[in-house]
């Protein structure tokens, strides 16, 4: 039989050690994280500990538009994932993905567990301004221009504007050619 300090020991070399940053929030201030997290963020454990997310995104307003985007989805279903770019320690752009779950839906951010994959090997990122990013994260969940201008608070012409500058930017056809330019992956064959 198993002591129950060896079994939480176990557990804890389990979730430091773990090939994928690992993260507990409460309401978006790291309480906890393992060495996978940190170093993707070219960070030591210790410098993350008790700090708001807000460092890790590309700007401040990135940071609090995500949260609105997730927030009702983790209210409703109790998870929410997505792929999004997010900045290293030196300054630099990655793509991640990000999965998490509401251990409160009724108060989604208060107490939440996160998972963060680095994607930069199979895709690099595509220089884009704060808008276009938040634009083409949005196209990426399948949002219409009435959608995202709701989200973001602008007009749809507005949106449909920067919807026509990503795709000449990214010498494409359509909104599946953008997001597959900008991933790294395939465009879907109809």
Same mark, same amino acid.
């Given at each position: 039989?198993?002591?129950?300090?060896?079994? @939480?020991?176990?557990?804890?070399? #389990?979730?430091?050690?773990?090939?994928?940053?690992?993260?507990?929030?409460?309401?978006?201030?790291?309480?906890?994280?393992?060495?996978?997290? #940190?170093?993707?963020?070219?960070?030591?454990?210790?410098?993350?500990?008790?700090?708001?997310? &807000?460092?890790?995104?590309?700007?401040?307003?990135?940071?609090?538009?995500? %949260?609105?985007?997730?927030?009702?989805?983790?209210?409703?279903?109790?998870?929410? @994932?997505?792929?999004?770019?997010?900045?290293?320690?030196?300054?630099?752009?990655?793509?991640?993905?990000?999965?998490?779950?509401?251990?409160?839906? *009724?108060?989604?951010? &208060?107490? &939440?567990?996160?998972?963060?994959?680095?994607?930069?090997?199979?895709?690099?990122?595509?220089?884009?301004?704060?808008?276009? %990013? *938040?634009?083409?994260?949005?196209?990426?969940?399948?949002?219409?221009?009435?959608?995202?201008?709701?989200?973001?608070?602008? @007009?749809?012409?507005?949106?449909?504007?920067?919807?026509?500058?990503?795709?000449?930017? =990214?010498?494409? *056809?359509?909104?599946?050619?953008?997001?597959? @330019?900008?991933?790294? =992956?395939?465009?879907?064959?109809?």
């Amino acid at each position: 039989m198993t002591h129950p300090t060896e079994a @939480s020991q176990r557990l804890a070399t #389990a979730f430091l050690e773990a090939p994928i940053g690992i993260v507990m929030t409460e309401n978006r201030v790291i309480r906890e994280c393992n060495h996978a997290f #940190a170093r993707m963020f070219g960070r030591r454990r210790e410098e993350l500990i008790d700090q708001s997310f &807000a460092p890790l995104y590309p700007s401040r307003e990135e940071f609090v538009a995500i %949260r609105d985007v997730g927030v009702p989805r983790l209210r409703e279903m109790g998870n929410y @994932s997505d792929e999004r770019i997010m900045m290293r320690k030196d300054g630099t752009l990655f793509w991640c993905r990000v999965r998490g779950t509401s251990l409160t839906p *009724q108060d989604p951010l &208060a107490h &939440a567990v996160w998972s963060f994959a680095d994607l930069s090997e199979s895709r690099p990122v595509t220089p884009l301004t704060r808008r276009e %990013r *938040q634009i083409v994260m949005h196209l990426g969940e399948g949002r219409t221009s009435k959608e995202i201008a709701r989200l973001l608070d602008i @007009s749809p012409r507005t949106v449909e504007t920067y919807r026509a500058k990503l795709l000449r930017k =990214m010498n494409a *056809q359509n909104v599946a050619e953008l997001l597959a @330019s900008l991933t790294g =992956m395939p465009a879907a064959s109809g």
